[in-house]
């Protein structure tokens, strides 16, 4: 079964090079029972562990069958400790969290088997523990313990087992009980190759090899020799297909299932892993839900503002360095709309007056803005009443006393009653409410909907007693003509009042759309800066997680050694540390997204603050958290992957 030819292994310990194994030459044939002794430092752990394709030899040959081992690289070398070979540990090396039965079942994992349970009930029951399959092995003696380590290495059913000092730990009944296995296991065929300081326990075997420094100084027969059936030949091709029988494909359940159990194995340390991606995942979705909220909040007022406007407003002008209030060198009129709706860039006009009124119905009363507009301003200020009508053109001609009131007025003066026909006072002049505003809340300056519109004329000549406008309001077409009517609307009003140079700039116009864009565009700039002031929250809960799974990775140094030495590849045990990170990123992903979601709701229902969760928000948050889980987690996996097995099971 096994020939080493000329095997050497040497470490570097600081600046000594330790040769531990020097020019080993041996065979083993299938079915022997053998055991190897030499006093502590003889190299015998060594050789236990080149021959169990632990350890890489420097030099020499080892063929097992007709298979060159030592050119193998690490996966195939891991396929061979789980699909030949079984190994039992002088500390049993059993994961402290989990029951007998799925200590039992890892070597299965490993190699792609399905009904493990079933197969390591069997094993259990071999050993004699079936009423103890449940248990975990702190509730075990030290000699149930072995004997789940010697189920674990037979569930792969291996052609040979290496056990090292597999009674060392043991009491003597425990001891005769482990040998009386090991010695059942022989009989039936599976070759037997241990490691023992005990004279007693070595004469049980077929053959007894002594080394010294590195050496084998002896190889004999045993007293009991006699006792064992003969030795087998193993045929050519039993190694070859042991290795194409391993089921090569990726079982994601199996290592998700090993990753979910590591992680509620430590449930306060993923705990508190999982609440730096909840915080930071809920700080981004919370904080653009703020962010969005108020631009929608912004968008909704500013849009009562309507779209391509210009407004037309006196400006003041200095006369001998003295300067002049607005309007007192322009004064804008309702001629000036007249010629202004005649420039082929507007498709709509509306001059407008304002001052205040004081509004009365029945025994209530109301100190309100008035507004005195034409009829365009209904669809140039978003303005279409929601009930009733807006005033005609004829109405604003003929100086009709109809008004059109905001919900702001309507509540204070109507309640729930409805205002349309009703006859309202407002400076002790007559009107009918002929419509109701729609309601556009307050912004930063007032309240929109405390407001009253009548006719223009009416307001000038009945209600304010003025004989200019305050403004004028112009739509242009589309948005590519709002600087060609600009600057037409500019030189209508120069030739209207035969302004000079000098005076060309005693009106203003004010570009509507300029201010819409600057003030959305400033909404936009603080919505990214709170999402980035929340990101580094969620890179800062990545950060932990990475620091989280450096430290489990240092705790779990053994594990990892052990469930290599069971037969996990290097890439297996990264994708179980990946999975790991990721499972926590995701679940912490996932409650962060239900928290952020309710701090918005919570900021909306309790401050009163505009919020809007965004879809594009949470998928960002989701998919960052699952980044952050493999980018953070890839490096502690690596770790873990490229541990030496035989240092990770030494290691305190």
């Known amino acids: 079964m096994i020939q080493l030819t000329n095997i050497s292994k040497s470490y570097t310990m600081g600046k000594v090079v330790v040769r531990a194994l020097q020019n080993v030459s041996l065979h083993i044939g299938a079915g022997e029972f053998v055991a190897i002794m030499g006093p502590s430092g003889s190299g015998k752990s060594t050789l236990l562990h080149v021959l169990g394709f632990l350890h890489r030899p420097d030099a020499g040959s080892y063929l097992l069958g007709t298979t060159e081992t030592t050119g193998l690289n690490d996966d195939e070398r891991a396929l061979l400790r789980n699909r030949v070979a079984g190994f039992i540990f002088q500390q049993f090396h059993l994961l402290p969290r989990m029951s007998a039965l799925s200590n039992v079942e890892m070597p299965m994992v490993y190699g792609g088997i399905r009904n493990r349970h079933e197969i390591a009930k069997a094993k259990i029951k071999d050993v004699g523990l079936e009423p103890r399959g449940l248990h975990q092995p702190n509730e075990l003696s030290g000699g149930e313990q072995q004997r789940v380590a010697i189920a674990r290495s037979l569930v792969n059913d291996p052609l040979i087992i290496f056990a090292d000092e597999p009674t060392g730990n043991l009491d003597s009944k425990s001891k005769q009980e482990i040998m009386a296995i090991l010695e059942s296991l022989n009989k039936k065929g599976i070759t037997l190759v241990i490691v023992t300081h005990e004279d007693e326990v070595a004469h049980r075997a077929r053959r007894i090899i002594r080394m010294r420094d590195g050496v ?27 290795l194409n029988s ?22 306060v340390r993923s705990f508190l ?24 909040s912004i968008s909704k007022s500013l849009s009562s503002l309507g779209s391509n406007l210009l407004m037309v407003r006196p400006g003041s002008h200095q006369t001998h360095g003295v300067s002049l209030e607005a309007g007192a060198v322009t004064r804008l009129t309702i001629q000036d709309a007249d010629t202004l709706a005649k420039l082929p860039e507007l498709t709509a006009v509306s001059p407008s007056v304002r001052g205040r009124g004081q509004v009365v119905y029945a025994d209530k009363n109301w100190n309100t803005q008035l507004t005195g507009c034409s009829s365009d301003y209904q669809t140039m200020r978003a303005s279409v009443p929601t009930s009733g009508r807006f005033f005609s053109k004829e109405e604003v001609q003929v100086r009709q006393k109809v008004a059109v009131i905001g919900m702001t007025v309507v509540r204070q003066l109507f309640g729930e009653s409805n205002p349309i026909g009703a006859q309202i006072k407002l400076n002790r002049i007559n009107f009918t409410v002929v419509g109701v505003l729609p309601e556009k809340g307050a912004n930063a300056f007032q309240d929109q909907d405390d407001i009253v519109l009548i006719p223009i004329t009416t307001a000038m000549f009945r209600v304010l007693g003025r004989d200019f406008v305050d ?53 936009r700039t603080m919505t990214m800066l709170l999402g980035f002031v929340a990101a580094i929250s969620l890179l800062v809960g990545g950060i932990g997680i990475m620091n989280i799974m450096i430290v489990s990775v240092t705790e779990r ?7 290599m030495a069971l037969g996990a590849r290097r890439r297996i045990i990264l994708s179980q540390f990946l999975i790991e990170a990721v499972a926590m990123t995701f679940s912490g992903g996932a409650i ?4 952020g979601v309710g701090i918005a709701a919570l900021l909306s229902q309790v401050a009163g603050w505009a919020t809007k969760v965004s879809m594009i928000a949470v998928l960002l948050s989701c998919g960052s958290s699952i980044i952050i889980g493999i980018v953070f987690g890839l490096f502690p996996a690596m770790k873990a992957s490229r541990l030496d097995p035989v240092e990770a099971l030494r290691y305190e």
């Open 273 to 296: 892993s999982v609440l730096g991606i909840v915080i930071g995942v809920a700080a981004v979705i919370a904080m653009i839900a703020l962010g969005q909220g108020a631009n929608e």
């Open 557 to 563: 140094t053994k594990e990892i050694g052990l469930r």
């Open 246 to 267: 391993v089921e090569h494909k990726f079982q994601f359940y199996d290592h998700f299932l090993q990753a979910a159990r590591a992680i509620f194995a430590h449930k």
């Open 592 to 595: 962060g997204i239900a928290t």
């Open 216 to 242: 084998v100084v002896s190889d004999e027969p045993s007293p009991t020799a006699s006792s064992y059936p003969a030795r087998q030949d193993v045929p050519a091709n039993t190694i070859t297909n042991r």
């Open 471 to 523: 403004s004028i309001d112009a739509q242009v077409k589309s948005a590519e003509l709002m600087d060609t009517a600009q600057e037409s609307i500019r030189q209508q009003i120069i030739r209207n009042h035969r302004l000079q140079n000098e005076k060309a700039e005693s009106f203003e116009i004010r570009n509507m759309a300029e201010l819409q864009d600057t003030i959305k565009s400033t909404t």
